[in-house]
């Protein structure tokens, strides 16, 4: 079987028949609470108009709470992999759910934007510490073979959140008040969290021979076993992918009202982006499910021609004088080639470190990309505030991209000398 990603299945990676009973529920089980978290991962984003309204404020002063939100998000995502070490993925999966639900349901109580800003810091610290688990135990149940196309198909629950959001949002605040969606945020976790403990169960006690893993430190560990050149080229890749996607959703309402649009429509922009998204996230899926039925997994390949799709798409929209029908597919195609980097990033961190590493690597994938959304949106802003024009700030987004190719080009090498190093003699 030649497969791009791969590397000797070790037993922790094979799942006894009777741990297969059952796993389309445990699956979706951790589906659930991706979506759940992309929900209140997003759910400030269009709440905070509402608030600047209701509050008579500007909404550059809620600025403190989008910080937040990504720093607690940074901090869950790192803390992740030692504290599932010391005290199990069941403990850790649990607390992390019922953290994001509790600080989420208390937001509703915020009267000021200090009180809101610390509700989103602890929530976020759940909900980065519930991603990495989730996807963690999606690849143990699932197995070896299938652990890249399950991790793919969980991590979309990020966008299925985030699209719900923006669909159940608008009316939840119309109807109820701002407070509704914090209050539906922060319930439904409680009732998934019994679930998701139970699925988690098997992933509580280390196995056989897995002592010394659970006593060594986890990110140390990263960079041990032939694991540091990948390490470092992974984080690097999850930068560059973090740096556009954050840095387009961001200024995109801004950079469209060059290209024709009314201050109306001009946030058609973020969800001709976010269709792109999800919609790229399901294409990806389906692709990676069947190469791993054909014994073909090639997730560097098709992250290398989705990046090309995005630079193609970058240029087109820099240069050429389309309408705006033509400026949304566009915006469309490139959310779904970044998007599908984000994935991607977490799908070749779940083919690649053994399962006791999984969590780990995947929560630094994220918390490193976290750095990228911060830096991202910052050029873009320094750019626009240096006069130049919308359409040359686009352009830059190409800069990061290329130089992601290169990155994947580099870890394909890197995770065959780790493969080889790996393979004991014949």
């Not at 951790?30 to 500007?58: E, K, M, R, Y």
């Not at 499910?289 to 054909?294: F, S």
């Not at 389309?322 to 984000?342: D, E, K």
């Not at 994935?343 to 990228?372: C, D, I, K, N, S």
Request: glycine residues 12%; aromatic residues 8%.
């Amino acid at each position: 079987m030649n497969m791009e990603e791969s590397r000797p299945v070790a037993a922790a990676d094979a799942i006894p028949e009777a741990g297969r009973t059952g796993w389309r529920l445990a699956l979706f089980v951790c589906f659930l609470v991706v979506v759940l978290d992309g929900f209140n991962t997003t759910s400030i984003s269009f709440v905070v108009p509402t608030l600047a309204h209701d509050w008579q404020l500007s909404a550059a002063a809620f600025t403190p709470v989008f910080v937040a939100t990504n720093v607690g998000a940074a901090i869950g995502f790192i803390i992740t992999g030692s504290l599932a070490q010391r005290f199990g993925h069941r403990l850790v999966g649990l607390g992390s759910v019922v953290l994001f639900g509790g600080a989420t349901w208390l937001t509703m109580y915020a009267g000021n934007v200090a009180a809101l800003s610390a509700m989103r810091l602890f929530s976020a610290i759940g909900l980065g510490a519930a991603l990495p688990i989730a996807i963690s135990a999606s690849a143990s149940i699932i197995g070896a073979r299938h652990k890249v196309a399950a991790s793919l198909l969980v991590t979309t629950g990020m966008s299925v959140g985030a699209v719900i959001g923006g669909v159940v949002g608008g009316p939840l605040m119309h109807r109820f008040g701002w407070q509704a969606v914090f209050v539906l945020g922060g319930a439904l976790p409680f009732v998934v969290a019994p679930a998701f403990y139970r699925i988690l169960q098997a992933g509580a006690t280390p196995q056989a021979g897995q002592a010394a893993h659970k006593r060594a430190n986890p990110v140390k560990a990263l960079f041990g076993e032939g694991f540091a050149a990948y390490t470092c080229l992974l984080w690097l890749f999850s930068f560059l992918i973090f740096m556009d996607v954050y840095a387009l959703l961001f200024w995109l309402p801004t950079l469209l009202l060059s290209f024709g649009f009314s201050l109306e429509h001009a946030p058609a922009g973020m969800a001709a982006f976010s269709i792109g998204g999800l919609s790229g996230n399901l294409l990806m899926t389906a692709a990676v499910t069947a190469m791993t039925l054909a014994g073909n997994v090639r997730v560097k390949t098709a992250l290398t021609v989705g990046i090309v799709a995005v630079i193609a798409g970058i240029a087109t929209l820099s240069h050429a004088a389309v309408p705006p029908m033509v400026v949304l597919l566009l915006i469309g195609a490139i959310g779904a080639g970044l998007v599908n980097g984000i994935m991607g990033q977490t799908a070749l961190a779940v083919a690649f470190y053994p399962e006791h590493l999984r969590a780990t690597g995947v929560g630094w994938g994220h918390a490193l990309g976290r750095v990228g959304s911060f830096v991202g949106p910052g050029i873009g802003g320094a750019l626009l505030s240096l006069g130049w024009a919308p359409r040359d700030i686009v352009l830059t987004a190409i800069v990061p991209a290329c130089l992601a190719i290169v990155v994947l080009a580099a870890l394909s090498a890197a995770g065959k000398r780790a493969a080889a190093r790996s393979v004991p003699a014949a």
